[in-house]
């Protein structure tokens, strides 16, 4: 192992990170876990490659230079999940893992809980906070006990051991797993999860006490929850569940630790006056962590880990900055780790495996393995002095700037982003049909789009099938009898890797995949300069669909908040200034789609919640320039052009004023559950546009019958206009296979005819 390191302050320097990336360098998880999905790697094969992984991030992290290597920050599917089974807190329908007879039947007990089974629907999955990493939902009642009853924490930590590695057992902390999980249906009103965190945190203290007796030394705590309002308004939860773990006689030393955001001064006075021993804080996400640890006077003894590597973007720290930045830290504590600002998981695996990105811009990137390098150079250089400036060498990112495109944003007026008040958004007919955009990928499309890619397929068959495609998808929707159409988007692979890889200021990775929810992983695309759109992205598509049909076809784009969102993005310059780039890059996409003959024109935000902050305080401002780039790319068209938007998610209560300002004529929504109570609450405040509430639920092979959906409009047409009414299924349909798809839509069309009937 390696010893401490003394700075010249005398304080005592190292190195570690938050968490790795679990799925390995060539998704070796993903890969093994559907196929034990599909019979085909046994239980003992997975947990093989489980360990393989595991001991191979080991010696990627000590390889690197990394002083203190996390463990238990791998899973099967989920680290919340994890937590769940760990504890026993199972809702009832399940079967419980913990009960289980051998590893056989421990993991399917423990996939059902994440993927559900026959008749037993799984536990919700959610974003992790800001971030398109999801994590299972916990459902809790008073009827769960939180007990220990799995081991997983020790066995990981015995293992690393046995590799000669000394780890710190990362755990999901006690008020962060209650925040974040949701009351059970059987659960009395009023009732809350935080009511269990006595019980839970005595569970943590036999867990505690376990790692102790196995030889671990220190166990972190993750408490992202701190960086929200909800968490921050629970101070004194935080307080007496540390009293009681710092009060333990037989425990490892504790890190609690926070990130996505500061954690504010309040709760860092909780924390440095607890008997934890270190505290994690993210000094990347926003300026507040350092100013806040001088309003308290600095950590004292309590040691700091120091987030200064960003975690979740992709950009090589800046050394001497952050040089800097560590250089304070040094007068505001005793102790101190150099860390990354929150798990690794959020970045892929190495930068060394890209061989095509321009080397430009390779040499600004930094992906997880670097990023431990990264930290581990910091440490060294922070207590040695000497090798500063060997590491801040050449530290500067190159500028892809592009005048013309500042020249343009520089002289829009302020026309650019309104759109006349008094234009008529009210549909052709009332209760106008429509989709969200997207029809199934089948296989065939999937297999070509491969084949394709490896230039097996040569570009003309393979345009040849996908417009085969869309005549397909046209004739169905004529046949069904749907009023406003779409092409099915068969030609794209994602909604925004699609948009990624024409326009300028972007680049795509070959392997840069990330882990979204459990086996599935996307690979962000990289935004990293001035954006523009050098030619025309979907406009041949649309109208080749156009040109099949009489109806109405509507174009489809995917708007700026949701292209930032999932890509990952430069942070020379603020996120809304970028917006404002892609903004204009679409407008120039909408422009070009209604010279065409295009009179409907959707412009998607499924991520609009998604980068929500995560504090009230900071929410305004965001929502400002959303709204803003949104406008940017649909201001520019004739009053009779129809804008549609297109949301993926059913908690509004936070946006509704946001959906009010993109002032689209139709808007369409995910509302499977709380369908109606938006449309009620945009019906109270006066709503002028139109609203297309989803009214089925596509994430479920389900078919709605007529019926169902026929109640749904009606009382959806209790609280607004019908005229101003859409009907649309609640999300695009690629996902789905034809059969359920087709049901659907006609019994959806036929519910919109009965209501139309009787109006
Ligand atoms: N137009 C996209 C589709 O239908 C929207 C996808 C989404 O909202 N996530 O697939
Ligand atoms: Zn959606």
Redesign the pocket.
Known sequence: MTTDTTSSSGASVRSTVHGYPRIGPDRELKRATEGYWAGKVSAQELDTVSADLRAAVLTQLRDAGVDDLPSNSFSLYDGVLDTAVLFDLVPSRFESPAAAGDREEFLRRYFALARGEQGTPPLEMTKWFDTNYHYLVPELSPKVRPRLVGDKPVAEFREALEAGHRTRPVLVGPLTFLLLAKTAEEAPEGWQPLELLDQLVDAYAQLLGDLAAAGATEVQLDEPILATDEGRARLSELERAYARLGGLKERPSLLVSSYFGSVGADALRVLKASPVEAVGLDLVTDDEGVDDLVKVSGLGSTRLVAGVVDGRNIWRTDVPATLATLGTLLGLTDELTVSTSCSLLHVPVDLDAETEIDPKLRGALAFAKQKAGETALLGRALSQGGDAEQAGSGAEIPSFTDTRVRARLEALGPDATRRPEDRDASSPNTLTTTT???FPQTPELRKARAAHRRSELPTDEYNALLRKEIDRVIALQEDIGLDVLVHG?PERND?VQYFAEQLEGYATTQHGWVQSYGSRCVRPPILFGDVSRPEPMTVDWITYAQSRTDKPVKG?LTGPVTMLAWSFVRTDQPLGETARQVGLALRDEVADLERAGIRHIQV?E?ALRELLPLREEQRQAYLDWAVESFRLATSGVAPSTTIHT?M?YSEFGTVVGGIEALDADVTSVEAARSRMELVQDLGERGYRRSIGPGVYDIHSPRVPSADEVEASLRLAVEHIDAGHLWVNPD??L?TRGYAEVEESLRNMVEAARRVRADL
């Open positions: 969200i955009g997207s988007e909604m489809m998607d499924a297109h993926c999300c695009g690629k």
